[in-house]
Structures are given as C-alpha cells and as structure tokens.
C-alpha cells in the first residue's frame, strides 16, 4: 500500500513501515518552545527532579511573546529562560531577534522531512518546507528535551487541492480563509494537510508559510507542501537538503478525506468575530469603522507580506482615525524593509513599525485593545477577548486588506493591482 507523506516521514525516522493511526515512538529533530510556555517547561523539569536535557543541539528557545518585558513579572520570567538556556546551552533568540514562525525557518533550522515539535500552536508553518511540525504542550517538550522522543498516533491525512488562478489583489491569506470557511475550526482535528494542487506551486514562500500557519485554526496537527524549486530556492543559502530529505506522497496513498478549492473567482475574503472559520467577502463588511490595524506577526510578518501592503500606501496617508501598527516577523525583515524602501512608505503614511514581538495578537502588549474596539489584523485568531477587552471585536484578513483599508478608517476591499 502506497504512503502520505507523513506516514513517509515516520518511516524513515523509525526505520520501520508504518500507517495512518499507528503508535509510535520517534526522536524528534528539533524542539523549540517561547517565553508563553517555556516558563512552565522549566518548572516542569525543576519539579521532577530532572537536570540533564538530551541534545540541546536540538533544543531552541525564542523570547517574542512577551517581550521587550511589559512588567517586572515578565521581565524576571525572561531572564528565568535566559538563565536556563545558558546554564544548559540551550540557543536562545531573544528580545527583537523575531517572531518564532518567521524566524526559525529564515535562520535555516527547518528543512524537509524533519520531524519538528514546538510548544506553540502555530509551529506547522514549518510546513511550507516539506518538514512536519507538530504543536505540543509544556510538558511534552519537558518530556522531549529530556529524552529526545515522543510517542504519536501517525496523523491520517486530508488532501487540500488547490487550482485556478488568482487575482493580484488575492494572497496566501485570502486563500487559506477561503479554505477554512469549507473545512471548518474543527474540520482537520488530529489530522495532516497536504497542500497540492496547480495553484500552489505558484505561490511564493511567504503565502505558503501564511497558509500552513493557518492550519492550526482547522485544528491540525500537521500540514505539509511538497518540495519543490520554491522551497529549494529559499533554503539554497541556508541548509544543505540531500536527496533522502525529500518525500513525496504515493499516488496510491490512501487520505481519509479529498478537497478541492478553485481560486478564479476568490475575491478578498474576512475572518469576522469570534472564529477564524466566520469567513466572508471583504466586500459584505465593507464600511464598517475600524479603530486599529495591525500589519505583520508570525503568519503576514515578512518581507513580501509588507511589500504588498506597501503598494497601497506609497504616497499617502492612512485615516486619521486608526492607528496602524507594522510588526515585522524578525529584525532581518525590518532590515529589508528598510533597505528597499518600504519601511519608510509605511512610517509615512503613518503606521509605527514595531519591534518583532506577538505583542497585540495575544492582548499582551504594545496594542491592546479596548472597550468595544475593532481591529482589522493579518493575524490568524479572533477569538473573544484574546487581543484585549472582551467588548473588542477583530477581524483578520490579508495585508491588502488591511492596508486599503488604513486609507480609509474602514473595511474596504483592495482592488486589483496592474
Ligand atoms: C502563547 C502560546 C501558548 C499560544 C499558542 O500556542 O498558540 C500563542 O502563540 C497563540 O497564538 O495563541
Ligand atoms: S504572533 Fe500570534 S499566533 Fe503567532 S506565535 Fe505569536 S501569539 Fe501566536
């Protein structure tokens, strides 16, 4: 019987045939956990006793949730994951260094057929490379980093083909919502997406990692985009991929579940309040009085995502009435943005380029929201009360969106470019 690609990937990491639904036990590649749950990781291991962490060359911690410190509790909890990451040589990306999702693939510690887990929810957008990570909790990268495995149930997998050809005003993000609008909140639980099809071989690497993030909104445990010159080509100068990396699915893999999604006519599409499955036409919300946008974070944060932003705002200047904070994914975006002229469109126009922190996405910090205002965000979560007050309403959408939408102080959709 032919295999997924998953069902490839724990083959060759336990060195034995297995299928959809089998118990195993596997080493894991990489481990990587943030200032959100790495705290209680630390305490985890503290109470068992337990002092000794089995590779901490695989181990990787990034300081971006919470972080430059909002208080003196945050602060002494940052300097607790810096203690421990240099009392056991753990490598550590601290404050401003980048938003985890951009960051640990730019850095080159992704490439295909790895087996990644992360305590975060949103570590399969590694994904885009053809690796499969996995979001797990605090104590299980406890029980990772000290032993270096992990039990799984190997995921079924549900094969999303994606076909037609888009507009110029249609993005990654567009097209994911589109996706999540069929497949649902729950629609992909315990399973892995693969993302195939005509149309995504198209797409440029920043709208496939925008997708894969998402998938942790269908409720995923995994997705994956096949290798192809797209991937090579972003990992060329950053790690060496051999044949045996590669994987590709069996024609007669069996898949619990088959999708098709055709984008011709996709027009702009809104995740509206409390779910990222409440999706509809930008243009059935349009008018409706927004009071902070946000461009960037871990699934719109790079480079490409701030040059499409950019070409609506060049020479203008956004609605008097809101305020539009840019978080680039990581200080190398930000250094792109400002070599290429982008950052100083965007400042221009009025927006205020943060520093590479979750910040506002999860009502942390540095953009909170509210009594009873609307944000207009390229995040991936628009849950009740998540960015602030819980009168707040957000709403998600692509960097076109949000960026059209800044010159006028509402909902507006973003017409096609030339
Ligand atoms: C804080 C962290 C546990 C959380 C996650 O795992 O996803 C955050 O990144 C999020 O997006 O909600
Ligand atoms: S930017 Fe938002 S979704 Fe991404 S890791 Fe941070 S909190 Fe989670």
Redesign the pocket.
């Known amino acids: 019987m032919g295999q997924t690609i998953v069902e490839k990937i724990f083959t060759n990491k336990i060195g034995k045939r297995v299928f959809a639904n089998d118990m195993v036990w596997s080493n894991v590649d990489l481990m990587m956990g943030?200032d959100?749950t790495v705290p209680m990781t630390i305490s985890i291991l503290e109470k068992n006793n337990i002092n000794t962490i089995s590779d901490s060359a695989k181990v990787v911690f990034v300081n971006?949730?919470f972080s430059p410190a909002k208080d003196i509790v945050n602060a002494n909890t940052l300097s607790c994951i810096k203690k421990f990451a240099n009392e056991y040589k753990v490598r550590l990306f601290d404050a401003g260094e980048g938003?985890?999702?951009v960051l640990i693939p730019d850095k080159g510690l992704i490439k295909p057929g790895m087996l990644v887990v992360g305590a975060?929810?949103?570590v399969c957008t590694y994904g885009a490379l053809g690796a499969l990570s996995i979001g797990i909790g605090s104590s299980d990268l406890a029980f990772a980093m000290s032993t270096g495995k992990l039990w799984f149930r190997v995921p079924e997998t549900i094969k999303i083909n994606v076909y037609g050809k888009k507009q110029t005003n249609i993005s990654g993000k567009d097209i994911v919502l589109a996706i999540l609008k069929k497949v649902g909140v729950a629609g992909a639980s315990y399973s892995v997406i693969e993302l195939v099809g005509e149309a995504m071989t198209g797409l440029n690497i920043a709208d496939r990692f925008s997708m894969c993030n998402m998938a942790a909104e269908m409720g995923a445990k995994g997705v994956i985009i096949p290798y192809d010159e797209i991937v090579a080509q972003y990992l060329k100068d950053k790690v060496q991929v051999e044949q045996e990396d590669v994987f590709y699915a069996d024609k007669d893999a069996k898949y619990s579940k088959c999708i098709d999604i055709c984008i011709d006519d996709l027009q702009p599409q809104i995740a509206c309040p409390y779910a990222p499955d409440n999706v509809h036409n930008v243009n059935d919300m349009e008018g409706l009085k927004i009071d902070q946008i946000v461009i960037g974070?871990?699934?719109n944060g790079r480079l490409e995502d701030f040059r499409r932003a950019s070409r609506y705002l060049k020479k203008k200047k956004i609605n008097e009435n809101v305020r539009l904070l840019i978080i680039p994914g990581s200080r190398e975006v930000l250094i792109q943005m400002i070599k290429e002229g982008i950052a100083e469109i965007l400042v221009e126009a009025g927006g205020i380029i943060c520093p590479s922190t979750?910040g506002p996405?999860?009502g942390g910090h540095m953009g909170v929201l509210g009594e009873n205002e609307v944000g207009l965000y390229t995040?991936?979560?628009n849950f009740l009360g998540r960015c602030g007050d819980k009168t707040a309403n957000v709403y998600l959408c692509s960097p076109d969106t949000a960026a059209y939408s800044a010159l006028f102080g509402y909902i507006k959709e973003p017409h096609s470019q030339k």
């Open positions: 943030t959100g971006d949730h938003i985890c999702h975060d929810s949103h974070l871990c699934t979750c996405c999860v995040s991936s979560r």
